[in-house]
């Protein structure tokens, strides 16, 4: 050995030291490997193994930080935060505005419903009936899906109003204040203030809305605006109310049925449905897959096949709809539809400016959900303006797995049980041989549209219908 260094031994293994420091493979990782200090202290230079952990232990605290920062103020296109999907652009935005400020699913459903009241008054109002389907699907083990319905056929006078008919609340307004105020997280004054401000300060006529106005004879321009400034004033005239007090003005909880949804097992999914038509729908929906059809055509032929039938039976539901979808950041999950016998309503106009609703007759609403029976499956959540295109539509998502599906050509079912076709769409319903003699007519526009949210593990995609011209809404 040289002047400088010697050896020695360690557990029968020879160590070189030099200048007092053993030189060995795991002297880094041993605090008593570092220099002599003053006194014969004896220091690790470099912090000895506390440096490893504590750097791991920061790189961990950032990534953390990284993802939380992501998560909640992230690009809704990596991790989404909540949907709405609805037949107007405008009350898409509105439904996801109200999630953006710390809403529930129940806030974007009422917001968007509202104001779909003041922009499709041919096909929803605020005197609208309504069924809505609800599940906090991630409390599936505890929280079964409800069903929430108000008005239709069975709407009975004194529910609401004090039991004086003239002075009733109009039904939807009466019936989203009371599910409000068990539902909601937002200030009621705030799920209000989109469909005020669209009412006062005017949006563009839709294409639906002008066809409809034109066969009334009265000319409305399709992208023309309009303002609805009776509507704003009665809407406003409620924001100085909770709605836990406007619905004990009201006596809104005799308003709204409580009730559970109607399940069905149709191939591998299960499916969720309310409304008057639901029974038929899903009865048709089973025979479309079960058994398994060779391809989505031969779905689509049996579908409609066993809807006719449903109809030769006895079973239809009429009046015009308009559904909307919402999935929060929570896993809620709200299908809302609501409806009028007629389009604009069929009673006289109230002093608030909003028109009467008296059902004679069932009213088609359609809210569904179609779900994988497994917690990482696919789950779509379905507003449908009637329950034929709810059957129609929920058969090809089953099997197509897209969206795109919704997109099929459909026929609607008459009220004489004849089918009429979308002779306008670009791709037009295929007919079988064997499903002859059947009355095939055109169908008259607007077509019924489906609006849908799915959720497939942790990611949102929506898809609002474009026979119903409107946009579906991410954050």
Known sequence: MSSNGTVSAVDGQPVRTLGGVELREDVPLKSSAGATGVGGEVRCCAGGPRLIPGAFAALSACITLALLTQIYCGDYE?????????????????????LKAGGRAFDAAAAAALCLAV?????????????????????????????????NIEAKEGEAGGGVELERPPRLVAALAYL????????????????????????????????????????????????????????????????????????????????????????????????????????????????????????????????????????????????LAVVDSRDTYIALVTGISEPFGSGEVSAGGWRRDEPLAALDLAPAILYEPNVCGSRYVVGAEASAAMAQAVTALALEGAMSGVERARVSLLADGALAQEALRAQLFPLQPALAPLVLRNASFPYTAVNLVLQRGDALTSHADSRGGGLASRF
Not at 79 to 90: E, L, R, T
Not at 124 to 150: I, K, M, N
Not at 195 to 217: C, M, N, T
């Open 78 to 98: 990596v991790v989404p935060h909540g949907s709405v999907s609805s037949s107007a652009a405008s009350c898409s935005r509105a439904g996801t505005d109200a």
């Open 180 to 323: 409000h105020s068990s539902l909601g997280a937002l200030p009621w004054a705030r799920v209000l203030a989109p469909a005020i401000q669209l009412a006062r300060d005017g949006f563009p006529v839709s294409e639906g809305l002008s066809v409809v106005e034109e066969a009334r004879g009265e000319i409305l321009l399709t992208g023309s605006n309009t303002t609805s400034p009776e509507l704003a004033d009665y809407l406003l005239s409620l924001q100085v109310n909770t709605s836990a007090e406007l619905s004990q003005s009201w006596n809104s909880s005799y308003l709204v049925r409580r009730s559970a949804p109607t399940q069905v097992m149709a191939g591998s999914w299960r499916v969720l449905a309310g409304g008057r038509g639901a029974n038929a729908a899903l009865r048709a929906l089973q025979v479309s897959l079960e058994p398994p059809p060779t391809s989505p055509d031969e779905a689509q032929y049996r579908v409609v096949a066993a809807l006719q039938r449903e109809s030769g039976a006895g079973v239809r539901a009429g009046g015009v709809a308009t559904g």
């Open 119 to 151: 922009l499709a008054p041919h096909r929803t109002s605020l005197d609208a009936s309504g069924s809505l389907l609800y599940w906090e699907y991630r409390d599936l083990r505890t929280q079964q899906p409800v069903l929430y319905e108000w008005g």
